[in-house]
């Protein structure tokens, strides 16, 4: 992991600048002078002494990749991180990034005149799937108001399994704004869905702590998981025939045991004459929490006690201490199920 790289004075660092940059300025389009690049946000570092590199969090819904040289955007990437315990993976350069920083500008430049020759520079990092994710947060430092470069490389690499994602990207510059880095993204990633990005520059940074947490609020992520399942969500799909029958399910012990099974397939059997359609769960479902005793009415799903076999109702029946109700099919769903036929079924939840 490559570690932030100081220069204890920021009058020193300032006139190194100022020296790379008399000629071949990096700042190109009006650009404002970049500050010095080293140490210009240590003030944002405060209270965070964690590693950047790659992190698996408790939160999967988000992931925050980035690339950093002098540890800057990695401090946003560690707080963005720490705010929603998610996973974060470092985009790094096959070849190191320079120490020296006239060195470091002529590598940087050399590699985005290759880019727009349609060659991207090689980078050790690759994501197989992105899926699991909510939103994926991009950060990256400004250079010569554009992406670094092995963001970029990034971007290219995987701009198929980031199609349809929502992307936040993030930045880090000395002083620009970060509108042609986000042009950038749009070609790079056509088809992803960007959200507001989010610019710190060397004279906000130090504003990270209140400022990340505001951007990521609007932006409607947090470390909360979403809210536990309801009581509507008990309710099950019985699919017949690619049709779907909807239920609406009791609050029991036996509706939920029932419900921790699914998804499963069965053929319910004919039961007594187009009466019922029956099978056997494997294991009986628990009866624990369950009141005993119904009068079923046609589409009722019920356990008969002795057998320990599911019966749904095609027809109104007799009332019996020894069948339990766990649910009822909605409208005139059963109407798929009567007959005296087997049915072959997939439970599955709504
Ligand atoms: C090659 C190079 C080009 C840069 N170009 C710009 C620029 O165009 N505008 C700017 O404001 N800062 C520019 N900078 C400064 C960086 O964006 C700034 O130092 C940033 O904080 C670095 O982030 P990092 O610590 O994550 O690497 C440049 C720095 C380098 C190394």
Request: negative net charge.
């Amino acid at each position: 992991m490559k570690k932030l790289f100081l220069i204890p004075l920021m009058l020193l660092a300032t006139l190194v600048f100022t020296s790379a940059c008399s000629e071949d300025d990096p700042i190109q389009d009006g650009q404002e002078q970049v500050t010095p690049e080293e140490d210009d946000g240590e003030e944002g570092n405060e209270g965070n002494n964690e590693e950047g590199g790659n992190m698996e969090g408790g939160n999967g819904r988000y992931l925050v990749l980035y690339c950093s040289r002098t540890g800057n955007t990695e401090r946003m990437a560690q707080t963005i991180q720490s705010t929603l315990d998610c996973d974060m993976i470092v985009v790094e350069p096959e070849t190191p990034y320079e120490d020296d920083y006239n060195a470091m500008l002529d590598w940087a430049q050399a590699e985005l005149d290759a880019i727009e020759q349609g060659n991207y520079p090689a980078i050790t990092t690759s994501v197989e799937s992105f899926d699991e994710y909510d939103i994926v947060f991009i950060g990256y430092p400004i250079w010569y108001s554009h992406i670094a470069t092995p963001m970029q490389a990034f971007l290219h690499n995987h701009a198929d399994l980031l199609a349809g994602k929502r992307i936040a990207l993030f930045a880090n510059s000395g002083s620009s704004g970060i509108g042609t880095s986000e042009r950038d993204a749009a070609t790079l990633v056509p088809d992803a869905v960007f959200e507001e990005s989010l610019l710190l520059t060397s004279s906000t940074l130090g504003n990270m702590a209140t400022r990340i947490p505001e951007w990521l609020e609007s932006l409607g992520a947090s470390r909360e998981e979403p809210d536990a399942p309801d009581a509507a969500s008990l309710n099950i799909n019985i699919i017949v025939d690619e049709q779907t029958i909807t239920t609406t399910m009791e609050d029991n012990g036996a509706a939920r045991d029932f419900l921790s099974r699914l998804p499963l397939e069965v053929t319910l059997e004919d039961y007594n004459n187009g009466t019922e359609k029956i099978f056997y769960p494997d294991p009986a479902l628990s009866l624990d929490d369950t009141p005993r005793g119904c009068e079923p009415k046609a589409g009722d799903i019920t356990i008969y006690e002795p057998w320990g076999n599911i019966a749904i109702f095609c027809r109104d029946w007799s009332e019996s201490s020894s069948l339990i109700k766990i649910g009822h099919i909605d409208g005139d769903g059963i109407s798929l199920l009567q007959g005296t036929e087997s049915v072959n079924v997939r439970f599955e939840r709504q």
